[in-house]
């Protein structure tokens, strides 16, 4: 007597009832990643998730999914010129603020009220405002990088520091400013006092 036929006809009825569930195998979409400890807390992470919540307390931010962009620090080489300090017979503006004792150390627009998206409370060794020439400090201003698609929303903002020659600096008062934004295209805006 011949049993197979007998068990694999039952074999092959319960196969048929488990071929509508869905088939998957294991891919590793990331692979990089790790685990970090401070303070009792342990968070662990995997590059190249989709976002799917961020949470921001201005000192730290914390990014909840899945392939979240990597925030870069873009380079911003800008020239501005403020009417008022305008000199058009040098091509430069005064730095009669700088010279008086009036550049603060401290960027001025948080005490003022101004909204700042990444940055805010900057501040400057006083070394910077000794420089004298084309690369003396006239005052601060606001940097904001907007939303490619809606040019009233504010990805990043933060305080810079003008130059007579209209360069926009980084706190150093000589580097390009630099400002912590995912790698996109931006409409930029410039802030005066």
Known sequence: MNLRPLFSLPLLGLLSGSLCAQSLSPTVIASAGGTGTA???TLSWTVGETAVQTLDNGTNIL???FHQADPVKLKLNMRAFL???YNAGNGTMNDGLRAGGLVPLQEPYTALGWSFVGGGDETIDAAVLTVTGNDAIVDWVVV???D???NTVVTASRAALLQRD???VDL???SA????APADEYYIAVFHR
């Open 172 to 174: 150093d008062g000589t």
């Open 39 to 41: 303070g009792g807390v």
């Open 177 to 180: 400013l630099q400002v912590d």
């Open 63 to 65: 990014t909840q999914g």
């Open 83 to 85: 009417q008022g300090p």
């Open 166 to 168: 209209g360069d926009i």
């Open 148 to 150: 490619k698609n809606d």
């Open 144 to 146: 904001e990088l907007r």
